[in-house]
């Protein structure tokens, strides 16, 4: 797998996001796509009901419910969960599905949708596949550098859940 | 006061494609799955209990209470019915959206002008709905016996 790429852009994705919570999806290197959308396209054929689903639910939440902690299910390492606790997280998914969602849930109204794979049922952990070890790195790289420019005023998280300031990340 | 760029608007076909797709009840149906996982969250959460205390009070593995939770749960009625027994709800109360607060109250007594007495059943009730879980009780308000006329 690559290093991490050069530039990574946090943009705004209306089609899911509501009153509840919006979402961001970030795009990479200039790609025209966010990742996201690359995980949502690369698998709509294969998975099309799982994909379809997790569209569903995360447009639910910004309409309904908020993108509530139960929602997702906890990952990132140690040493990141220490810092900055559970922030790294994937989308909740059943037993019998296959799709691994991941993303940085700041809080019920502000998440930072990331991409993802298919999990072999042969393996239970994340560190167990490179490809899903890369998104998680991913995840835990943008959600760092997302604290630290909170915590320095580089970067507002408004009460609604709106994310301003610098947004790229080089 | 420091001013900040907001973030780029990204508008996605692709996303907005397969919303598209989806039927109305499709979308009913995940959202109800959300609503009513959202809705045990919050009665867990505002009665300071976390997943692994309603397990145990059911007699259930955490993770069932998890799946519970996650807004991926098909409920069927008589599981439903469990869980609302365990919180003092009735599953009508699970099915609405939005923030409400609950409230414990073991009696409250509301007087009408009508003098009519309506009573609250002694159980979790959303404030928000206090008209809806009123139950009128048909008891004539007691009026205070007169003063007997001085002689």
Redesign the interface.
């Known amino acids: 797998m690559s290093s991490q790429p050069m530039v990574i852009e946090m943009v705004y994705l209306p089609a899911l996001s509501g009153e509840k919570c919006s979402f961001y999806g970030l795009l990479i290197d200039h790609s025209a796509q966010t990742n996201f959308e690359n995980f949502i396209q690369e698998h709509q054929t294969p998975f099309y009901s799982e994909v379809k689903e997790i569209i569903q639910r995360l447009h639910q939440m910004g309409k309904t419910t908020g993108a509530l902690h139960p929602f997702f299910k906890k990952e990132g390492n140690h040493a990141y969960v220490q810092r900055y606790g559970h922030t790294v997280c994937a989308l909740f998914d059943e037993e019998r599905k296959f799709l691994r969602l991941y993303c940085v849930r700041l809080s019920e109204k502000t998440v930072i949708l990331g991409g993802g794979r298919p999990k072999s049922k042969l393996i239970r952990r994340w560190q167990e596949d490179e490809h899903l070890s890369f998104h998680v790195h991913q995840m835990m790289h943008v959600g760092e550098i997302l604290f630290l420019r909170l915590e320095n005023n580089a970067i507002n998280l408004s009460p609604t859940g709106i994310l301003s300031g610098d947004l790229i990340i080089h | 006061m ?1 001013k ?9 076909p ?3 494609e ?2 598209a ?2 039927t109305p009840l ?2 009913m149906q ?2 109800n799955k ?2 009513v ?2 809705r045990i ?1 919050q009665v867990l959460e505002e009665r300071e209990w976390n ?1 692994s205390e309603l397990a145990e009070r059911l007699q259930k593995h955490p993770s069932e209470v ?2 519970w ?4 749960h098909n409920f069927t009625l008589d599981v439903l019915s469990v869980v609302c027994d365990a919180l003092g709800l009735e599953i009508s109360d699970l099915l609405s ?1 939005g923030s409400k607060q609950v409230v414990y109250r073991q009696s409250l007594l509301l007087e009408s002008n009508a003098s009519v007495v309506y009573e609250l059943e002694p159980k979790w009730s959303h404030a928000e709905q206090l008209p809806a879980q009123v139950q009128r009780k048909k008891t004539k308000k007691q009026t205070p016996s007169p003063t007997p006329p001085r002689s």
């Open positions: 420091k900040y760029t907001q973030a780029r608007v990204h508008p996605s692709v996303l907005n397969i919303l797709e989806s499709e979308a995940t959202k959300l609503i996982a959202s969250a997943k998890t799946k939770l996650s807004g991926t959206a």
